[in-house]
Each structure stands twice: as structure tokens, then as C-alpha cells.
């Protein structure tokens, strides 16, 4: 496993509120440290420590746990608004926490990145609660579904030695999350060649490390090889949820992947039209799985977008007289100002949804998504970046405890979405 680091790595702005200590007062802006003649002494991180010169607390020592500093207490707000007391009331134990690989310090059961992010605590049972800054909860407990890999080294509250290993039923320990999530939902990746099993990792990359492949995986199913009718790369099933790919077809979009990459313009029978082809199957049999967690307003939405764009593909680019097919057909100048971000999009509003899905996946596509339908980029980002808005309401405490969590693990990041 890479060494990896939180995306919570930027450096935490520091706690508003007072300081005491002593008797004395001083007032923390930002984490500057004030004394009454309003100089600043030092600075207060949120994980609880601190550096400057005033009282026992001297430059020379570098940074102080403030549970360290005897009649020391911090009461105010984070940078985020959210209620900080410090060292608190709860006593915890004193280590370093791996957390899918991300090295965390624990001070005092505070749980907190190398740059003093506080993102949780870690108490003395090994359990892990993470502070939520988007519901301003400061202590949500994780679970055996939320909670990624861990490993913690050192003390308990009471001073004795403390080891702890969490690790997630039938995951393999030296990978990540979302290596670990991939390689669940697709049922015969160990069987699959180097290049296989790089194109299932590329194109569902994004989707494992936000959390919903497993949102998808557990309620919906697997993706696997097996008889899919003649003609289909994949199918997904309308009662039981999962994916059934065919193996040759599978072969030949990771062929067409690696010629074209995620787009295609391929030549029709009929001259001089071309069809554009979005070659990523996998992520577009878990857009079908995708669609069934969807809330019915999301779905809607997607609804309404499909037939907009329908009758928009049925005005400008009219099916060809001996055309029999569904799709979007195009002369090769028509390929930049299309309807559909592929020929298969028109078919309806599931394979629209799904070829979205797959166009969302990976970076260059996405790119091009953006620019030829940006409605369903949208939806797709609010998707990714705010679920509990749009999935069903059933999912949504688990997808917020899990994004969190997977934040914390540096696997939900910014550059997941970057361009
Ligand atoms: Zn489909």
C-alpha cells in the first residue's frame, strides 16, 4: 500500500475562544493565542496542541499537548463553527492510528491528521467516532460498514500499553478501500489479465472511493461474467440487481478503451452516419445499479432531462431514412454539437442514464460530459458530492458517515472530481 495523505492535510485554521490557565485569560482568535495587552503569545491547533511562550508553556519545547499543561483549558468553537473543549472531559488514549493506511496521532482519544485536523476520537474500546463538520455532529460512532481498516499503537488512558487492529470482513489487508471495494463488486477479478484489471480499476475508481459502489454493491449486487443475449456487452438485472457481462464483449471495449480511450466515434452501416460509443461497460452496468438507489426525485430529474434532450436529437438530427436502430446518428461534422453524449444515450431513459454514468467515470470523458451536457454532469456531481440529497432516504446517515470516514482515509478527495 502507497503511503497515503488525508485530503483533510491542509493545515487547520485554529480555534476561536478563551484560554484559561492559571486564573489568567486569554482570548484565541483563529488559533493566535492572545494576552491581554492583545499580543500573541502562541497558537492553538484544534487537536489540542499548542505552542508559543506564556505561562510553562516556552518556544524551546516545541508543541505541548494542552492535557499536558497542569489547570490548562481551551472552551470555544473550531474554524468550522462547531463547539471545541479542550482537553475536554472524555480521557483517551495516546497514539498513532493507521487508518486505510493514513497515519493519524491520537492525543488524549482526540483523533487528528499530521497537520492537527482534529477529524474524530479513539476511545480506550478501540471505537472510532467521526467529527461530521457537514451536520456539525462532533462524535458520530462508526460501524463495521463505515469503518475502514485501522491499526493503533500505543496507550490506553491508564498508561498501559494499547494495540488495535480493526479490519473489514473479507478485505484484504494490504490494500485499500477502494481497491478492496473493486475487487468485491467484481466478481472474477482475480482471474482477469493485468490490463483487464486495470480498466475495471480506472473506471470504477471514483465511484468505490465516494462510497456508493458500496451503498450499490450491498443493496443492489456484483458485476460478473456469464451469458448475456447475443449482441449486449452487459445487462443488469431488473430483480435481483446484478450485473452479468459477457466476456468477449468485455474484451472487445477494453480493446476499443485502449485504441480510442472512453469515447468512440465508430461508422455505421449506413453512410455516412457514425454512432459515438462510450467504452466503459463495467461503470455503465453500475449506472443501472446506480439508478435503483436514486431518490424518485433525483430520478425525476433525470427523467425530465432525457426527454428534453429527446425531442432536442428528434429536431436537429432526425433518424435516417433506412435507419432501424434507437440511437443517435450523426455525419461526422455533427459529432461536436450532438445531443446525447453517445449514440446509445437515446435509446431511453435508463441506457441515458447509464451512458452518463459511464461518461462520469473517468476524467477525459467527463471533461467531455461537461461540455455537451452540462444538466447531467450536475446531477452526477450532486451525486457524488452530496448523496444524502439525492439517493433514497434509507441510505442517506450511512452515506454520510461513510464519506466522512472515507475523507479521513484520503480516499474521498478533491482530485477525485479534478479536471
Ligand atoms: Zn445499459
Known sequence: MSTKISTMSEQSEGPSGFIELDGQMFVVDYGKICAADGAVVGFLFEDGYLKGNFGPVTEKNGLVAIDDIEGCIFRGIDSSGMELDLPGVRVGPDGTLKYNG????????????????????????????????????????????????????????????????????????????????????????????????????????????????QIVRKSEGVAQFGNVRHGAAGVTGVRHGNVTLDKEEFEKEIMLYKRFGPLAVIAIRLQPYVEVRVNLVVSHEFGHQLEFVLSQATQTLITELYEKHKAKSARHYPLPNGYEGYAEVLTPQQVHQRVFISGYARTSMHEYWAECVAAFSVRDSRKMLKELDPAAYAILREVVTNPAKMIRPVFREQIMDLQTSLRIGGEYTEELLAE
Open 102 to 213: 493514513v497515519v493519524l496521532t491520537v492525543i488524549n482519544g482526540r483523533l487528528a491528521t499530521q497537520n492537527h485536523r482534529l477529524v474524530g476520537e479513539f476511545d480506550d474500546e478501540g471505537e472510532v467516532y467521526v467529527r461530521d463538520r457537514e451536520l456539525k455532529e462532533p462524535r458520530r460512532k462508526l460501524d463495521e460498514t463505515t469503518q475502514l481498516n485501522l491499526y493503533f499503537e500505543g496507550n490506553k488512558s491508564d498508561g498501559s500499553a494499547f494495540t488495535h487492529e480493526f479490519g473489514r470482513p473479507l478485505y484484504r489487508k494490504n490494500l485499500t478501500y477502494s481497491d478492496n471495494e473493486i475487487i468485491r463488486y467484481f466478481d472474477d477479478f482475480d482471474k482477469l489479465n493485468t490490463p483487464q484489471k486495470q480498466y475495471v480499476m480506472e473506471s470504477m475508481r471514483l465511484w468505490a472511493s465516494c462510497g456508493l459502489l
